[in-house]
């Protein structure tokens, strides 16, 4: 039996759309912008076509105009409904696939992708691949965003301002002078013959080391869940900053260089540390150290430091004669000692030794490969890749300068 309410609206419904479309099109022929009316009309057509939906969903048991509620209209009411289109050979959905920027054959893609998902289900349990473990939020409606407790950052690689790979294979030079005290030395007599010493041009041959990682995400998951796409996009790029920093923090930790510091050292022991590894920094690299590395634990430690009066070494309000400042909400401080502090949970959870140095003791070099999908029609999925080239290095003549403060 006919119902003459759902059709009526039906038929508003696709009346406006149209409408719509209509004006949309005669702009895009007369190459102009939408006008004021055109805006107007516009915005009052949409906000009808949300008012009919809202009626849809208690009357026609079913929110949005979706293939399968216009096949279940279409039955209703006939003459208004025309039933979705469905592909008649595998040569049409192939044209389709490859014609996205078609609006029309988007459009029919997508909704073939999204009757698929719903037909073949969306627990991760019904897929072979997954992409992390999200069929908690593939079934259940998202309110605010993931809770995401990974750090994502990268605090040594940025400090260190990274350059660019300029090729797969480069090479990075360096000078050696043997005669950088006796190159240069007084005249032994009027015409007696100058000093003379040379210096060599050598370099270091660099490859770049390639990170990456890929997932196979179903086009369930893509279709049935807004936004989470973007979500895969995240965390992918989570992991490979996390990996990038790991790989940078792992490099400078084969430097050899040491301070001594005991584990319980007091609070002017550490001072006196930090400036004994300045000094050591200068005497290999030619410049004072600029930053200090440490992890979460190394942080903590350093913030509780306390003077022989009780006053801590890193105050975080009125500080008086002291070598900087620290607060308990942030990993960004002065000092201490006017160093950078540089905090990397790369170092782990439980480090507590700190790392001085400068940029010359450590170089980063990244190129940032583009994100790489491949769509995989036979199983219905997609896959995604991430890749950076990455190289950490410390030229020959400083290796083992950087120097790690912490118990003998």
């Known amino acids: 039996m006919s119902d003459p309410m ?11 759309i149209a409408l719509v479309e209509t004006i949309k099109s005669a702009a895009v022929d007369s190459a102009r912008d939408l006008n004021s009316d055109d805006l107007q009309t516009i915005e009052s057509a949409k906000k009808r076509v949300s008012a009919i939906d809202i009626q849809l969903e208690v009357i026609g048991d079913n929110l949005q105009m979706t293939d399968e509620a216009r096949n279940r209209l279409s039955r209703i009411a006939p003459a208004s409904v025309q039933p979705a289109v469905s592909y008649r050979s595998e040569g049409e959905l ?10 029309t054959e988007a ?5 073939a992708m999204k009757r698929a998902a719903q037909h073949m289900g969306n627990l991760i349990a019904d897929t072979t691949a997954t992409a992390g473990d999200l069929e908690g939020i593939a079934v259940t409606p998202i309110v605010g965003p993931v809770v995401n407790p990974d750090w994502r950052s990268m605090p040594l690689v940025n400090a260190l301002g990274p350059r660019t790979v300029p090729a797969y294979t480069f090479e990075r030079p360096y ?5 950088v005290d006796a190159g240069v030395d007084a005249q032994t007599a009027q015409k007696a013959e100058l000093a003379s010493v040379a210096f060599q041009i050598e370099s270091d041959i660099l490859k770049s080391t390639t990170l990456g990682g890929y ?3 179903s086009q369930q998951l893509i279709s049935l869940q807004p936004g989470s796409l973007q979500v895969i996009y995240d965390q992918m790029r989570v992991r490979m900053s996390r990996q990038i920093e790991t790989f940078s923090v792992t490099a400078l930790q084969t430097s050899t260089g040491k301070t001594t510091l005991a584990a319980d050292a007091d609070a002017a022991t550490v001072l006196g540390a930090i400036y004994d590894a300045s000094a050591a920094v200068y005497n290999g690299t030619g410049s004072l150290a600029t930053m200090i590395l440490m992890g979460p634990a190394g942080w903590a430690r350093l913030g509780s430091m306390v003077d022989l009066a009780g006053r801590p070494l890193l105050p975080s309000l009125g500080p008086v004669n002291a070598s900087g400042t620290m607060q308990a909400d942030t990993f960004q401080a002065t000092g201490p ?8 949970p790369a170092m782990g959870a439980v480090d507590t030794t700190f790392w001085v140095l400068n940029r010359e003791c450590l170089e980063s070099y990244l190129y940032n490969y583009p994100l790489l999908e491949s769509i995989e029609p036979s199983v219905l999925g997609r896959q995604i890749a991430v890749a950076t080239g990455v190289v950490a290095h410390t030229p020959t003549p400083l290796l083992n300068i950087a120097q790690n403060l912490a118990p003998a």
Do not use: M
Request: aromatic fraction near 4%.
């Open 337 to 344: 000692a006017g160093l950078q502090t540089i905090v990397t």
């Open 175 to 179: 000078l050696t002078d043997a005669g």
């Open 94 to 103: 192939i044209y389709s696939l490859l014609h996205q920027s078609d609006e």
């Open 107 to 111: 459009r029919r893609y997508n909704g």
């Open 6 to 16: 759902l059709e009526g609206l039906v038929k508003e419904r696709d009346a406006k």
């Open 215 to 217: 997932l196979n995400v």
